[in-house]
């Protein structure tokens, strides 16, 4: 167990709905990592947030956000959801959010279905 | 596109063998390399790091080497259990926030 809690474990939704991902890190750690993981992409980062604020973005869809709130979970949000968007969703966090060498410790994830 | 990358996706073991995963990166300004196992079902789970000042280190049954002349770095597990069976991903760092996964290797042990 990476003490790193993601709900709900599988999600089923409709194209152009709107769903929200959650994520709990570890204790501890201030950063929190979003990516997803498609069979042709691999994993791909999406978004990280350091003690409330953003820190990086990559290949993250303007139909897409995040938000890091004061006691440190997280929550991806998706939006207009179309098929393509169905994937797994893995946060991952570590204790520093700087430039510094440090391990990141994933979630179980979220599978998300669009339908 | 990638900078890092595998290359073999899959690898087929007899149990009680050495396995060996290979990665070859491109960034040559990367500086900080993990290794990650992914069960299925479950996400990536963290084997053993290195950072580019090194060129070997070990871990319980598992050595990273890095090569940075030629970009290589290569995961090695001895006395390969059925446990091992999973995806292994190398994963690289250079001086960013976001970690750039390879594509990954599926290591398959036959008992």
């Known amino acids: 167990d990476s003490g790193v809690t993601q709900t709900p474990k599988h999600l089923i939704t409709a194209t152009g709905q709107r769903v929200t991902l959650r994520c709990s890190p570890r204790?501890?750690?201030?950063?929190v990592y979003w990516y997803q993981q498609s069979l042709d992409q691999g994993l791909q980062f999406l978004i990280q947030?350091?003690?409330?604020?953003?820190?990086a973005k990559g290949n993250i869809l303007e139909r897409f956000s995040a938000q890091q709130f004061p006691d440190l979970h997280s929550e991806l949000n998706l939006s207009s959801l179309e098929l393509g968007d169905s994937a797994l969703y893995f946060c991952?966090?570590?204790?520093?959010?700087?430039?510094?060498?440090?391990?990141?410790?994933f979630g179980a994830g979220t599978r998300l279905s669009v339908l | 596109g990638e900078s890092v990358g595998l290359h073999l996706p899959t690898l087929s073991v007899q149990e009680g063998d050495n396995s060996i995963i290979n990665c070859a990166y491109s960034?040559?300004?990367?500086?900080?390399f993990i290794w990650y196992k992914q069960e299925s079902g479950k996400g990536p789970q963290f084997i053993i790091d290195?950072?580019?000042?090194?060129d070997k280190r070990q871990g319980q049954r598992v050595t990273v080497l890095l090569n940075k002349t030629v970009k290589h770095l290569s995961l090695q597990i001895a006395a390969t259990q059925p446990g091992d069976s999973a995806v292994y991903f190398c994963?690289?760092?250079?001086?960013?926030?976001?970690?750039?996964f390879g594509a990954g290797t599926t290591v398959t042990v036959r008992a």
């Open positions: 991952a966090s570590s204790p520093q959010g700087g430039l510094a060498k440090n391990i990141q410790y």
């Open positions: 204790s501890g750690d201030l950063s």
């Open positions: 947030y350091y003690n409330g604020e953003e820190r």
């Open positions: 960034n040559s300004a990367s500086d900080y």
């Open positions: 290195i950072r580019s000042n090194m």
């Open positions: 994963a690289e760092n250079h001086n960013d926030y976001k970690l750039s």
